[in-house]
């Protein structure tokens, strides 16, 4: 992989932080290798209300001019990318959103059907000769596959994600919090199974998975028990299956209300019949980034790792 296009995935990539609770910050800093979050503030129209956002005005570092070919070339990239998909991950997919960045363009795909989840592309351009590479499309390996992993995990323990789902439509019911648009996870969402209040997130680690994986890869129509057989419990590991959850207050004006986010903690301790896995939860005020989909400040209150809820 060229160091231009491994640009492009950082800069999207940056972004996509241990379950995706603190999620996508608007800047990052480095120390030792280890990626650090600069927390900023609401100021002006840079941010949006969360209830209002679709993706609209997301862009990444320098992709002004490679926005306009893309653009250009549209149908193109789509045709490409969903074949890319099908031949490579065996999957049929639908193109939402493509974004311009340095030297390329970033491809934001939906799967159709199952296994459910949202997943990026990147299609190299050549701006001086203001054209598209279409024949070197490519995608970051690990994170098409962690997406894959994700929507096969909510397959197959669909039951404990419905009493999740469950919870969180309830919560929202009571009129306090609320969760991203389906609209900006399809157009800027890019990273696995994603509902608008969380995230489903795998470790390279997590070797109970991979069967369930291959066997899916070999058969992509195989049945739902197979694949639940194919899983392998004995080396499971609650550390392995990350699930991030990103909540927003429904009130513009609200701050991040501690009330709320203790109850969510506790509701989610004392929790049976969820998936388990380790669990991660921000509270956010009510305006996200328009430019990065970025919903964490320093007004937000989070429990994450290393302090994360395990659900053995």
């Given amino acids: ?34 990626a650090k ?10 941010f949006i209300s969360v209830q209002d956002y679709t993706g609209k005005g997301y862009s990444l570092a320098n992709g002004k001019e490679s926005d306009k070919i893309a653009e250009a070339n549209k149908a193109q990239i789509d045709e490409a990318t969903k074949k890319f998909f099908q031949e490579k991950y065996k999957t049929e997919v639908k193109v939402h959103n493509v974004v311009g960045a340095e030297d390329g363009a970033t491809v934001f795909v939906e799967s159709v059907g199952e296994p459910h989840f949202y997943t990026y592309a990147v299609v190299p351009i050549i701006e001086k000769e203001n054209k598209i590479d279409i ?42 919090i609320t969760g991203k648009t389906k609209e900006a996870l399809q157009n800027v969402g890019g990273y696995g199974f994603m509902t608008p209040y ?8 997590d070797e109970s998975i991979i069967p369930v994986y291959k066997l899916y890869l070999s058969n992509p129509k195989e049945s739902v ?20 959850i990103q909540l927003f207050m429904k009130d513009k004006d609200a701050k991040p209300s501690e009330k709320i986010f203790n109850q969510v903690v506790k509701d989610v301790e004392e929790m049976k019949n969820i ?9 956010n005020d009510n305006y996200i980034h328009r430019e990065t989909s970025e919903g964490f400040k320093e007004s937000s209150l989070e429990r994450d790792y290393p302090d994360s809820i395990v659900k053995e």
């Fill in 1 to 34: 992989m060229h160091r231009k296009t491994k640009k492009i995935l950082f800069s999207v990539g940056i972004t996509l932080l241990l379950g995706g609770c603190s999620g996508m910050s608007t800047n990052t800093s480095h120390d030792s290798g280890k």
């Fill in 225 to 244: 028990e197979k694949l639940k057989v194919a899983f392998d419990e004995s080396k499971f590991s609650a550390e392995n299956l990350t699930i991030g």
């Fill in 275 to 283: 998936p388990r896995g380790s669990y991660g939860i921000v509270l």
């Fill in 135 to 176: 024949d070197k499309i490519w995608a970051d390996d690990f994170q098409v596959q962690n997406a894959i992993k994700g929507g096969l995990y909510h397959m197959i323990f669909k039951e404990e994600f419905q009493q999740l789902d469950k919870y969180f439509d309830s919560l929202a019911a009571e009129g306090e």
């Fill in 198 to 205: 969380y995230l489903i997130s795998t470790s390279k680690n």
């Fill in 37 to 46: 979050e600069v927390k900023t503030l609401p100021s002006g129209d840079t």
